[in-house]
């Protein structure tokens, strides 16, 4: 596709693009070519751009501006106006060298009208990619000819894809090879299109390995099936027959989501309970809804999105989700446009409604015209909307779930008790709601009360304590800070986020939780507030056998007013925090604000209960902690460990990689400390000089990402670099002290930044990727034959390049420099530079000195050779 071709020079941008029919593969070859480690080499900054059918200006700008690190304009970067944002991507591009992909156009205004200009800024040889289902798209942004069709797969990368999907175990693979000649006649039906292949793959998962189960999908009627549009898939329809009667409900559900909006998963379970789609033990139907919610995604009817652990956020494909609507067509509504909604309003047909307005008082829908859709089950709507006097809820008295976000509501709270078969409610960032009326206790059948982000509500009326139904409760980021009495009464509760703890008397709502023995999730905060240790021990944590999530949360007290705690205090909140103890079961535990002198004794490894579950351990704020527990490395799951901002630790002894036993008692078993851990992050610990790990103490054997900010470690530990043997990302930034990173046999990117003793990086045999940004004492840097980008940030202060660039010979180097550097460099081989760059295959020098709007550029290719700048060569340091 000559992506990396000539036309460096050419004043305009040149367009390629992707084009083939939905399902064909082109988002996936697209985002192939952008994380191409070639085009990472060859562009200064990468842009993607998801340009669908219902895409917004304002956001398209907001987020090239991001993605182009470009300061967002108005108060807090809050601005709408496209009258400044488009400005601000042009000075966020100016000349850099960009790769834009905008992926799935439909049309060619939002290239001619809003992205065009702005991006006729960027420098020389920068590159637009498209994917569209339509060649006209292509021809109107007058994309280089020829355009790249996405070939159907040929059968034999058909199969392979197909056998992807259907193994389970290695030990399947032969039961599965003597179906081939079946599996590609599936395949043939499928038109060689790769979604449809992956989705009848999750069917055949389902099904045992034998031929008449094969054969029977082989020869289903469905493929001959008529009465659907053309360009919709019969292999997802299908797939969507295989499905049970609760998960086909479950699947066009949620293909009723906003387009742009993400939902978790609990929210998709909150749902699917409370319109009735989860059949069974009343007491699982959380774990059912879960379960429901793994199978579409084996199915590869939805798609977990990357950015996100544990499956939490999922997107739908357009051409499932297209599928999935044209048959919800005559019973759900979905938009994004107020006056079309309003329109198609008119008939009061609904049973189901979901919109996403964009924040323009034209584009609003009106309350009073969903008001005459008498028969709704379900309404989501994501944005604000009118209310007029007399607007109310009470003609949806079949309304089962109700999701409202970012919207002013509370004109209509008052009349929430009128939804007497309601289940699910979802109030999220409505800050307009200070209250919730009395009389919430009138929806009996309530299961699930979202109010995150509702920053003005401050209190939860008493009444609450009536909805014995409940099953989740989630006050997170709300000024709730007490609660009613009687709260223990919910003894149905499963997810509890945001609970205060608050003291009246000698009565504490602690003690409120303890019957209930349901709980899953937990988030307490406030716990500074709590007196007596009676009342954390009332709450009877460790009693919860189901319970795989905490949360246990201290108002940051020198955040707040910068004053440090009293031993009393301190003493005080250690006592409370070892009554909290965790059950066994438990997963995943986040402390923030803790201000205890040490941490509690279930995290020793004196404990008599070890967290044997545990595999998650974040902690934020550790105010007056002198040491982390001795009993983390014993922790046989462990896979992420992250501390953040623990400014009184000084020093990691050997009890934090080998347990007191092993120390004392070499002669007894060895076993690896830290068996499974992963990730490890360790942020802010700005008095932490010393980490004591001797080489001959077995840790840490899986660890592959390690993150390390803000300290005065002088050293790095003989042992990190000779046990740490799966290490690949490692990353450092404000170490004040440590001289050298080396020896590491694994490491295969290395980022360093503001290190102002670090004098060299040797013996990193695997290392590719090394970003160096103001470390200005490096003397060498060798040993590291698999490097392919180095990228320098010199700062404006150094006049030359420095001279360990000629022991390196990686294949791009990316430079940004001051101006006067630059212009040595711009001479070539007459210059005093030369021979510490000459060498190198490609060469790009940014140049921006003082923070001038004007930007300089050099690139450079050795084979063959060029060398292209604008900088002004009798330009002279002043």
């Known amino acids: 596709m000559f992506l990396m071709e000539s036309g460096d020079k050419s004043d305009s941008i040149m367009v390629f693009a992707i084009v083939g029919v939905g399902g064909i593969g082109k988002t996936t070859l697209s985002k192939k070519v952008f994380n191409d480690e070639a085009i990472q080499d060859k562009f200064t900054t990468k842009i993607w751009l998801s340009v669908t059918q219902e895409f917004s200006e304002v956001e398209l700008l907001q987020t090239a501006i991001t993605s182009a690190n470009g300061n967002l304009p108005g108060p807090g970067g809050w601005s709408q106006d496209k009258a400044l944002l488009v400005p601000a991507l042009a000075n966020a591009i100016r000349d850099k060298k960009i790769f834009l992909v905008l992926d799935d156009m439909w049309g060619i205004n939002e290239w001619t009208n809003l992205l065009k200009a702005p991006f006729s800024h960027s420098a020389p040889g920068s590159r637009v990619l498209i994917t569209s289902r339509h060649e006209a798209i292509a021809r109107g942004m007058k994309a280089v000819h020829p355009y790249h069709h996405v070939d159907k797969l040929e059968p034999e990368d058909a199969w392979s894809l197909l056998k992807k999907q259907v193994l389970t175990t290695e030990k399947t693979e032969p039961a ?42 082989l020869h289903d009627s469905i493929w001959s099936v008529s009465r659907m549009p053309e360009e919709l898939n019969h292999a997802i329809y299908l ?150 006097s007399g607007d109310s809820l009470m003609s949806f008295s079949s309304l089962r779930t109700l999701h409202i976000e970012s919207a002013n509501f509370a004109a209509l709270t008052e009349s929430l008790y009128q939804l007497k078969h309601l289940r699910y409610l979802t109030l999220q960032n409505c800050n307009d709601i200070n209250s919730l009326p009395e009389d919430i206790h009138k929806i009996k059948f309530l299961q699930h009360l979202g109010l995150e982000g509702c920053r003005s509500l401050v209190k939860l009326p008493d009444s609450i304590v009536k909805l014995e139904e409940l099953r989740f409760l989630d006050l997170d980021d709300t000024c709730v800070n007490s609660m009613p009495r009687g709260f223990c009464a919910l003894t149905n509760l499963r997810e509890l986020y945001g609970f205060p703890a608050y003291v009246d008397g000698d009565w504490c709502s602690l003690e409120e939780l303890g019957p209930l023995s349901h709980l899953v999730h937990l988030g307490l905060k406030g716990l500074e507030n709590v007196a007596v240790t009676s009342s954390a021990l009332k709450a009877m944590l460790v009693a919860k056998v ?19 705690p009293s031993e009393k205090e301190q003493g005080i909140i250690e006592e409370v925090f070892d009554e909290l103890y965790p059950p066994s079961c438990t997963e995943n535990i986040n402390i923030q604000g803790y201000f205890g002198h040490q941490l509690p004794r279930w995290m020793m490894s004196t404990a008599t209960s070890p967290l044997k579950s545990l595999r998650f351990l974040t902690m934020h704020e550790l105010v007056c902690c002198t040491q982390l527990p001795d009993g983390l490395c014993l922790l046989p799951c462990l896979e992420l460990l992250a501390v953040d901002r623990a400014p009184a630790i000084k020093r990691l002894g050997p009890e934090f990689v080998q347990s007191p036993d092993h120390r004392h008692h070499p002669s007894s078993q060895m076993t690896t400390s830290f068996p499974r851990l992963h990730q490890m992050k360790l942020n802010a610990l700005v008095q932490w000089e010393d980490w004591v790990w001797e080489e001959e103490v077995q840790a840490m054997p899986l660890l592959d990402e390690l993150s390390i900010v803000r300290c005065n470690l002088r050293c790095i530990p003989p042992g990190l670099a000779s046990h740490a043997r799966a290490l690949k990302k490692v990353y450092m930034s404000n170490i004040e002290r440590l001289d050298s990173v080396e020896n590491f046999g694994s490491v295969t990117e290395l980022r360093l930044s503001h290190m102002p003793e670090m004098t060299r990086i040797t013996n990193l045999p695997k290392l590719q990727n090394l970003e160096i940004s103001f470390c200005s004492k490096i003397e060498l840097l060798e040993q590291m034959p698999a490097l392919r980008r180095l990228a320098l940030n010199l700062g404006y202060s150094e006049k030359q390049l420095p001279l360990y660039l000629q022991a390196v010979k990686p294949s791009h180097f990316l430079l940004n420099c001051s101006r006067k550097v630059l212009t040595s460099m711009a001479l070539g081989k007459s210059g005093s530079e030369w021979f510490k760059f000459s060498h190198i295959q490609h060469v790009e020098v940014y140049a921006n000195d003082g923070g001038n709007e004007k930007k300089w550029h050099l690139l450079y290719t050795r084979e063959p050779y060029k060398i292209d700048t604008n900088v002004v060569q009798d330009y002279s340091d002043e």
């Open 239 to 388: 797939s969507y027959e295989d499905l049970s009667p609760c998960l086909k409900q479950c699947f066009l559900h949620f293909s009723l989501k906003p387009k742009r909006i993400s939902f978790t998963h609990v929210q998709f379970v909150g749902m699917w309970i409370g319109e009735g789609f989860v059949h069974g033990d009343s007491d699982k139907f959380g774990e059912l809804g879960n379960e429901y919610h793994k199978e579409l995604i084996l199915r590869n009817l939805i798609e977990p999105d990357p950015l996100y652990s544990s499956q939490t956020i999922c997107h739908m494909h357009d051409v499932v989700r297209s599928f999935a609507q044209f048959l919800t067509r005559d019973e759900a509504l979905v938009g994004h446009s107020g006056e079309i909604l309003n329109s198609k309003l008119s008939l009061p047909k609904f049973l189901r409604f979901s919109v996403e307005t964009k924040g323009g008082q034209s584009d609003e829908f009106e309350w009073r015209c969903l008001q005459e859709q008498k028969l709704l089950r379900s309404i989501t709507i994501i944005g604000n909307f009118k209310i007029q």
């Open 176 to 217: 599965v090879d003597m179906l081939k000649d079946i599996g590609l006649q599936i395949i043939e039906k499928c038109d060689g299109l790769p979604l449809a292949i992956k989705v009848m793959g999750g069917l055949l998962c389902q099904k045992d390995k034998e031929r008449r189960d094969w054969e029977k999908v």
């Open 546 to 564: 189901h319970l795989t999530l905490m949360k246990l949360h201290c108002t940051n007290t020198l955040d707040n007013n910068r004053r440090v």
